[in-house]
C-alpha cells in the first residue's frame, strides 16, 4: 500500500523561529492534507491542498503532486503551534492515510 | 456551535463485552469517518461513511462495525472487544468532498482490559 511518510519526527524551536516539515508519499493521490494535534488531543483541520501553495496567517503549505511531497511551513513560531503535525493523504478509493506525524516543542 | 460529539470520552471494559460509542454532528455534513490513534502509528482509518446507508472500510477494519442510518449519527460498535482494541478514537465529519475540511470530536479513550 502507500507508504506516507513525515520529517523530521521530532523538532524542538524556540519562539521565533521558523520550520519546514516534510510530507512524501510514495503514490499518486487524489488529495492531501495537513493536520494539528494540540497537546490536548484536539485535532484541528489546517489546509486541504491537493496541489499548489495555500496561506493562512504564519502558516502556509505546498503540494507538489508530480513530485509527491508537501511541505508545511511555519513562520515566526509561537508556544502555541506546540503539538503534532500530520499529513493525511486520500486515495482513489476514499480511504484516508496518515502520516505518524512531526512532534514540535516551541520554547519560550 | 458546529461540533462533532463522542460519547463516552472514557471507557475502561472487559474482553467480549459489547459496546458502542457514539458520534453525533450537527453542520449536517455528508461523509462521517472514524479513527484510532496508536503511539507510533499515527491516526488509522477504521470505517468512513459518504452518506446515509453507505459506508466503507479503511485501513483498520477488523473487529469493529458501523452503521450509518441517520445523517448525523455514525456509531462505532465493537461486538467483542480485545485488549489490542486499547486506543485512543476519533471520529470526524466534513462537508462535501471538494471542500473537504474535517471536523474532529474530541476523542475517546477505550482500555480493553
Known amino acids: 500500500g502507500i507508504q506516507v511518510e513525515q520529517s523530521p519526527p521530532d523538532l524542538i524551536l524556540q519562539e521565533g523561529a521558523n520550520s519546514t516539515l516534510r510530507c512524501n508519499f510514495s503514490?499518486?493521490?487524489?488529495?492531501l492534507q495537513w493536520f494539528h494535534q494540540n497537546p490536548w488531543g484536539q485535532l484541528i483541520n489546517l489546509f486541504y491542498i491537493p496541489s499548489g501553495t495555500k496561506q493562512n496567517g504564519r502558516l502556509s503549505a505546498t503540494t507538489v503532486a508530480t513530485e509527491r511531497y508537501s511541505l508545511l511551513y511555519i513562520s515566526s513560531s509561537q508556544t502555541t503551534d506546540s503539538g503534532v503535525y500530520f499529513c493525511a493523504v486520500e486515495l482513489v478509493t476514499d480511504k484516508l492515510i496518515f502520516g505518524t506525524g512531526t512532534r514540535l516543542q516551541v520554547f519560550p | 456551535e458546529a461540533q462533532v460529539t463522542q460519547n463516552p470520552r472514557y471507557l475502561i471494559t472487559v474482553t467480549g463485552k459489547k459496546l458502542t460509542v457514539t458520534c453525533s454532528q450537527n453542520m449536517n455534513h455528508e461523509y462521517m469517518s472514524w479513527y484510532r490513534q496508536d503511539p507510533g502509528l499515527g491516526l488509522r482509518q477504521i470505517y468512513y461513511s459518504m452518506n446515509v446507508e453507505v459506508t466503507d472500510k479503511g485501513d483498520v477494519p477488523e473487529g469493529y462495525k458501523v452503521s450509518r442510518k441517520e445523517k448525523r449519527n455514525f456509531p462505532l460498535i465493537l461486538e467483542s472487544p480485545s485488549p489490542n482494541q486499547t486506543s485512543l478514537y476519533f471520529c470526524?465529519?466534513?462537508?462535501?468532498?471538494?471542500?473537504?475540511?474535517?471536523?474532529f470530536g474530541p476523542g475517546t479513550r477505550l482500555t480493553v482490559t
Open positions: 503514490d499518486s493521490v487524489n488529495n
Open positions: 470526524a465529519s466534513s462537508t462535501k468532498r471538494d471542500s473537504y475540511e474535517q471536523y
